[in-house]
């Protein structure tokens, strides 16, 4: 039997991160979540067995959209979900899987799971 996937949840609101850990363990992956982007940088250092990374492009003292292209340089499937327009302009331009909020279960795992599939 596989493992099941490794799902990194970023996002600095608490609600929001402790719902997507609930919806993304209903189907089964394995969830680490973290509030910050140096909190990211530090599990990605220690655990190379990260298979995605659900990313806020809003985080407060980071860029998430630089932090995004760093995670698709090296190779790690990433969504960003934002519920700003300019987000949509901006994933159509680098190529990147985009989770307009609010979102659902269903939509939350359809884009993990082309993000996946996509890299």
Same mark, same amino acid.
């Given at each position: 039997m596989s493992q099941p996937k490794h799902i990194l949840v970023v996002d600095d609101n608490d609600d929001v991160r402790n719902v997507m850990i609930e919806m993304l363990q209903d189907r089964d992956y394995r969830v680490t979540a973290?509030? /910050? !982007?140096?909190?990211?940088?530090?599990?990605?250092?220690? /655990?190379? $067995?990260? /298979?995605?990374?659900?990313?806020?492009?809003?985080?407060? $003292?980071?860029? !998430?959209?630089?932090?995004?292209l760093q995670l698709k340089e090296s190779g790690v499937p990433v969504v960003i979900i934002s519920g700003g327009l300019d987000a949509v302009e901006y994933a159509e331009e680098n190529n990147l899987q985009l989770l307009q909020k609010p979102f659902n279960t269903h939509q939350l795992y359809a884009a993990v799971n082309s993000a996946l599939r996509h890299t």
């Open positions: 973290v509030a /910050d !982007g140096a909190s990211m940088r530090d599990v990605l250092k220690i /655990d190379d $067995g990260v /298979d995605c990374v659900v990313l806020d492009v809003l985080l407060p $003292g980071e860029d !998430g959209v630089s932090l995004a």
